[in-house]
Structures are given as C-alpha cells and as structure tokens.
C-alpha cells in the first residue's frame, strides 16, 4: 500500500471566508461532489465512527477522505487500511480549525474526478471549527456519552450548525450519567431541525442509520 | 446564597500577549496568590474534579474560582453551592481561549485580598488555551480515559506546556481501550517534566494524590 500523504496546509489569505466558502460550495455541486464536514470534540470517536460508515457505504458511493490534525498521521493511516479508500492526511500547523481555502489545499491533492462524497474529518474541538464556513455540503457532529449530556449548552453554536449531532458510545451508557432525552432537548433549544442519530461505534449498532441518513443526503444534494 | 456572578469578558487590546502575562504573573506573585491555569476537552471532568479537589483543600488554603464558558453559568453555580468557595462565571462571547489581559478581567472582579490560590476553569478545547499564556502560576490539564491514550501524539503544544497532567475517568478504564502506560509514555514524549496524576473524580480515588502536589506547588511558589 502507497504511504498516506500528508499535505502541510498553510494558513489562509482570503479575508471573506463566508464569500470563498460559497464559491467553493457551487464548484463542488457543479462537480458533483458532496463534502462532508465532520467535527466533534477530541476523542469522540469521528475516525472509527467513519470507518464503519465507510464500509457501508463504499460500494454504493465513491468515497475519499481528508484527515485534518495538528500533527500525527495515525487518523488517516487508520481510514486507509481499514477502507482501503483514498485518504490524505492535512497538517494544520497548530491551526485550531478548517476554513474554506484551507478546504480548497487538501481538495486540490485529492483525485476529484471520480468521487461522490468527500469527508473532512475537521481538528477535534467544539469552538473554532463551528465558526468557520468550510464550504461543506452538509455539517455534522459526533458528541460522545462521556462528554456529558449538557454540551448543546456549553458549545451552543457548534449544534446550531449542525444538521446532524451522531451520539457516540452508547455501550457505555450505563457508566455515565448521559440522559439521551434530555440530550435531544438540548440539542432542539439549539436547532431544531438537527437530526440526532444515537450509535456506537464499537460495536456497530446504529451506523447503519447514519450510513443511510448520509446517502440520502448525498442523492438529494445531488438531485437538487 | 447569594445569585453567582457572571463577567461578559471583553476582547484583548493588548498586541503582546506574552509580556501581559509575565506583568499578570509577577503581580500576582508579589499578592502572594497562585493562579492555576486548568484545560481539558470539553467533558472530560474539570467541575467534578475542582469540587473533590476544593473540599479537600479549603480548609489549608483561602480558594476562589473562575469558570470561563463560552455560554450558561451551570459550572460556576456548581461550584458554589458543592464548595461554598468563591466562584464566578466568566463568559467569553463566543472566544476559545482566555489569554492574559481575559484573565485580568476576571480577576478584577474577584476578592484578591484575601486568596491564596485562584482556580482559572479554562474554555474546554485542547487547542487554542495551550497558545495563550493566561499569566497563570501553574498550568494543568484533564485528560480523560474515554479520549483515548493518544492525544499527545495529536495535541502536542497542550501538553508540552503543562506541569501536571491528571488522568480522570480511571472507574471507566475496563470498558475502553486505555493504556495508561502508553499514555504516560506519550506526555513523556511531549514533556519529560509533567506529574501524570491518574484519578476519579467520580468515586473519589486518586484526588488526594492531586491536591497534594497542587498544596506542595502553593507552598514552594509561595517561598521562591
């Protein structure tokens, strides 16, 4: 197997990051690409949470990853073996967030002509990456049962962005006080159209619910 | 009791952060107060923690705290009524960290006369604190086990700048893939010079071991 690449992104010139992101966002929907944003706290659990989606998904879309961290290559080393899809690996350079020309480096180093869904796995923290138009498709959020359930009040616009909040480890939802009710509500006080999607991703149950939620997503944009 | 205060933290003016926080610092020093600079990810335990921490030590040294959130007050009023120390709430408008000149804000709004030791609960993100000097004493973090035994590797500036590391959530260690002696493994990669203090803050075990060697780290600060 090819070594992953690792794309050292440099930070952006752009001064209007909502205006780049939207020309980026038509680009891509001419193409016929969708991206994925995909953002969460550190440790949630977004590379395994992908790599089951992944393998669900990869014979009914075609699929390429971008892995965004501060440093280390483990995430997108992890993605290719267990999916065998592309992926690359985007060093931020100590960057807390992705924006849209930061988007535009990893894009330009992948092979975008014979994709469907583009991931971004964005840098693990619920503040900046919410502040800033990545030109995505669609964003989603992994929240994680160890977290706690108050989050949705703590990182109110990370959820307000969010069309879809996967709540993650839930086998080990007996060990921690984690109401998912409650939860849920927090979730609408912030969004109410957010889907929110219960799994695990250790075990597998309930990926199969986002893997359909997400090819749904991607047919329709793709129609719209 | 009376309702907890909450501060609207304003924007830094100040262009050199670093010389604000060595001012802040050496201030401080002549009040003979210690400041704690404490970060995690969001959830990983901090509140629980200051409180097992706090009730051990109130009755050795005159504590007060300051919770930074970037909404709610949830934090500050915990605190206040598990303690019954001095607390405020610091809202940060949306910022992912507190840099010298926020923590001053704070602080002017605190009883300085009669501290020993203030307690700064940093904005929960294992990015953007780690690049700003608060004028802090001491930095520490939380680690939790549900994150993973990796995160050095992918967040290496928060825990290069850190004296101390405290490994929380050990109850729960049986049902994840923890190694805590890789994890000790990687912060030594990071910095050779960290305490790796693991504990529950939920059942309680391990929390003496810290708030000793935060008692130890007020006492030689204050005779340096």
Chains 1, 2 share one sequence.
């Not at 038509?26 to 706290?41: C, Q, T, Y």
């Not at 931020?92 to 535009?104: F, I, K, P, V, Y």
Request: hydrophobic residues 40%; charged residues 25%.
């Amino acid at each position: 197997m090819d070594p992953v690449r690792v794309i050292e992104i440099k930070k952006s010139v752009f001064e209007d990051n909502d205006k780049d992101a939207a020309a980026l966002r038509n680009e891509l929907r001419h193409k016929g690409i969708f991206l994925l944003n995909l953002m969460s706290s550190p440790g949630s659990g977004k590379t395994t949470t992908l790599i089951r989606t992944i393998n669900l998904l990869k014979d009914k879309l075609r699929i390429a990853v971008m892995e965004a961290d501060i440093d280390s290559d483990v995430d997108a080393v992890k993605i290719k073996e267990a999916t065998g899809i592309p992926s690359i690996q985007l060093h931020t350079g100590g960057m807390c967030h992705l924006d849209a020309e930061m988007t535009r480096q990893g894009l330009d180093n992948m092979p975008m002509d014979d994709v469907d869904l583009v991931i971004l796995e964005n840098v693990g923290n619920l503040v900046c990456p919410a502040e800033f138009d990545t030109g995505s498709s669609c964003n989603a959020m992994i929240l994680s049962v160890p977290e706690g359930h108050d989050k949705p009040l703590k990182y109110p616009l990370m959820f307000s962005i969010c069309d879809v909040v996967v709540v993650n480890k839930m086998d080990v939802q007996p060990y921690f006080d984690f109401d998912l009710d409650k939860c849920k509500e927090y979730i609408r006080m912030r969004n109410p159209k957010a889907q929110v999607i219960p799994i695990s991703a250790k075990t597998g149950e309930g990926v199969e619910a986002f893997a359909s939620w997400l090819l749904e997503a991607v047919k329709n944009w793709k129609q719209r």
